[in-house]
């Protein structure tokens, strides 16, 4: 089986500053990656190179068998098949909900109105927002609009679905509700990679951990390793200072 | 961590050239679309069956060295009128946008008027109330209200300007969030102290582009004023063409307001740009 999304010897830099040092990672289909590390360990930074938000400095990334760090490479093409959510949301405040969820289709996959309309409703009940999509972002929950950001990426059936953060704005009550739309979608076998702060949801959903220090992917391993029997310092200090108990 | 140590691998080595040519492909498109349709436009006014009348009465060397000193005079003239009229339609504009977002059951009057002189100013063209106040005014003979045209011509600009200017500064006004008076509030700060160091300093940084645009504007205006026969530049190229039937003149005027204009729009542009950087991060 070829693996979705190959990483290997990423580097991205600010000026001086190394945000990503040689991270490689492997995405098979079907997989949910947790990124976990403390503010500022090049989490987001490495969602954004992901999907071509972020020019890199070094290393390959490769997409569905073909090399998408190649400045060739036409950005859009690549965007149409990667979904992604963001911490702050940053759904359209001018649309309401449902427009948010049908501009992609319509605009940039070519879907007729109706046809982009009828998967959103059908995405939009699946996630519980059914009776919001005539309201316009601003007049929702902070989960009901993270909800409506999720549904917005997966209206246009992407390969692979990017988390950055996605309840880090959230009210404690409010992450259960999102969160657990996140755990159906991997159930149903989406493949995620997503940066996190929520240490049991990564436990129990992921196929794969990895712990992200100063640039660099220090560990990986499945979460049964990573959490119970971590090999280096570093993770293990990471760990005690955010699992209570 | 630091830079230092690394070396870009080779397949980075290469991604580097290819960008390098994709840059130099576009720097190459862009020059090559620009060369041609300038050199399309050019033709088209060279090849039309009028050019050599109309080099002859626009284009003329002579008489565009003859009419520049009078020219020159006048477009100081236009200079002088632009220079007081925007500090005083921005102290007006201030004061009426100011006045149109109080609250105060005290002021309603005043309220009153100001959208009365916002409706009114805005609605009559430019043009008319330079006429309205030219040639009525002095017909009032009010003791001690200057009879100069150019001043007359002047108060009309800043009252027009005053009116749109007012409700480009009232949307900037109404565009700081309340939360913002919330907390100026809450700190205990007057409504005219959370305006004056909290509402107001936002609200004019936002809409600056959009005020500088009508001060490019009302540059360009003060060529109304010559309507009235006051000798500013456009009126001096006027007077130059009815004499000896050549218009180069009216092409020096333009000159003149262009080489004013363009350093102002260059410098919005600018403004708006670092604004936008300094509130959203450079990235």
Same mark, same amino acid.
């Given at each position: ?9 990423l580097?991205?830099s ?7 040092d ?11 990656i947790c ?11 490495l969602?954004r190179?992901?999907?071509?938000l972020?020019?890199i400095?070094?290393?390959?990334i490769r ?11 036409? $950005?859009? $093409?690549v965007r149409?098949?990667?979904?992604m ?5 940053n759904?359209?405040p001018h649309l309401?909900v449902l427009d ?8 940039v996959?070519g879907?007729?109105? $109706? ?5 959103a409703q ?5 996630f ?7 309201k ?13 950001a999720l549904?917005?990426?997966?209206c ?5 679905l990017?988390?950055?953060e996605?309840?880090a ?11 657990e739309?996140v %755990?159906a ?9 997503l940066a ?6 990564a %436990?129990d959903v992921?196929t794969?951990?990895?712990?992200l220090?100063?640039?660099r ?7 049964a ?7 280096e ?6 760990l005690r ?5 | 961590?630091s ?5 870009p691998s ?11 040519s ?9 020059t ?5 349709v300038?050199?399309?436009?050019? +033709?088209?006014? +060279?090849?039309s =069956?009028?050019?050599?009348r109309?080099?002859?009465?626009f ?7 003859e009419?520049? =000193?009078?020219i &020159? *005079?006048?477009?100081?003239?236009n200079? *002088?009128?632009f ?5 005083l339609i921005?102290?007006l ?11 105060s059951?005290?002021?309603? =009057?005043?309220?009153v008027?100001a959208v ?8 009559? =063209?430019?043009?008319?109330v330079?006429?309205?106040?030219a040639f ?8 001690g209200v ?15 300007y005053g ?8 949307a ?8 913002q008076?919330?907390?100026a509030?809450?700190?205990g700060?007057?409504? &005219?102290q ?9 609200g ?17 205006d003060?060529?109304?004023?010559g309507?009235?026969?006051?000798f ?8 130059y ?5 050549n218009?180069?003149p009216?092409l020096v005027? &333009? &000159? ?7 350093p102002?729009a260059?410098?919005?542009?600018w403004?708006?740009r670092?604004?936008m ?7």
């Amino acid at each position: 089986m070829s693996a979705l999304l190959e990483v290997t010897g990423l580097r991205k830099s600010y000026g001086d500053k190394v945000v990503l040092d040689d991270v490689s990672l492997t995405v098979q289909p079907h997989d949910v990656i947790c990124l976990i590390g403390s503010s500022g360990s090049g989490k987001s930074t490495l969602l954004r190179c992901l999907n071509l938000l972020e020019d890199i400095d070094d290393g390959v990334i490769r997409f569905e068998d073909a090399e998408i760090s190649d400045p060739r490479v036409d $950005a859009r $093409a690549v965007r149409k098949r990667i979904g992604m959510v963001f911490q702050a949301y940053n759904l359209f405040p001018h649309l309401t909900v449902l427009d948010n969820c049908t501009l992609a289709p319509r605009q940039v996959h070519g879907v007729r109105r $109706a046809e982009a309309e009828a998967r959103a409703q059908e995405l939009l009940e699946r996630f519980g927002l059914a009776d919001q999509a005539a309201k316009h972002p601003d007049k929702l929950s902070g989960g009901q609009q993270q909800r409506a950001a999720l549904v917005r990426a997966l209206c246009t059936h992407p390969t692979l679905l990017l988390l950055d953060e996605i309840t880090a704005a959230l009210d404690p009550e409010l992450v259960g509700e999102v969160l657990e739309i996140v %755990r159906a979608e991997a159930e149903r076998g989406m493949t995620m990679v997503l940066a996190t702060h929520e240490m049991a949801f990564a %436990r129990d959903v992921a196929t794969t951990v990895c712990f992200l220090d100063q640039g660099r992917i220090l560990e990986q391993g499945p979460p049964a390793e990573i959490f119970s029997n971590p090999r280096e310092e570093r993770t293990r200090h990471f760990l005690r200072r955010v699992l209570p108990g | 961590m630091s830079a230092v140590g690394w070396t870009p691998s080779e397949r980075e080595q290469e991604r580097a050239r290819a960008r390098r040519s994709i840059r130099r492909r576009g720097v190459l498109l862009a020059t090559a679309a620009t060369v041609v349709v300038l050199g399309l436009l050019v +033709v088209g006014i +060279v090849a039309s =069956p009028g050019w050599d009348r109309f080099r002859e009465t626009f284009l003329s060397w002579p008489h565009a060295k003859e009419a520049f =000193p009078d020219i &020159a *005079k006048g477009f100081w003239l236009n200079v *002088k009128m632009f220079l007081v009229a925007e500090p005083l339609i921005l102290l007006l504009g201030g004061a009426v946008a100011i006045v149109r977002s109080t609250v105060s059951p005290l002021l309603t =009057p005043v309220r009153v008027l100001a959208v009365l002189y916002t409706d009114f100013f805005r609605g009559v =063209p430019t043009i008319l109330v330079v006429f309205l106040f030219a040639f009525g005014i002095p017909a009032l003979r009010l003791q001690g209200v200057p009879n100069d045209l150019a001043v007359l011509g002047t108060a009309a600009l800043v009252l027009s300007y005053g009116a749109y200017v007012a409700e480009v500064i009232r949307a900037g006004i109404e565009s700081v969030h309340p939360s913002q008076v919330a907390s100026a509030e809450a700190l205990g700060l007057s409504r &005219a102290q959370a305006m004056r160091f909290v509402v107001l300093p936002q609200g004019v940084r936002r809409v600056t582009p959009p005020l500088m645009n009508d001060f490019v504007s009302l540059q360009k205006d003060t060529a109304l004023v010559g309507a009235v026969g006051v000798f500013e530049s456009l009126f001096a190229a006027q007077d130059y063409g009815n004499y000896t039937f050549n218009y180069t003149p009216y092409l020096v005027t &333009a &000159a003149f307001f262009v080489a004013l204009t363009i350093p102002l729009a260059r410098f919005t542009d600018w403004m708006g740009r670092r604004m936008m950087e300094r509130e959203r991060g450079s990235r």
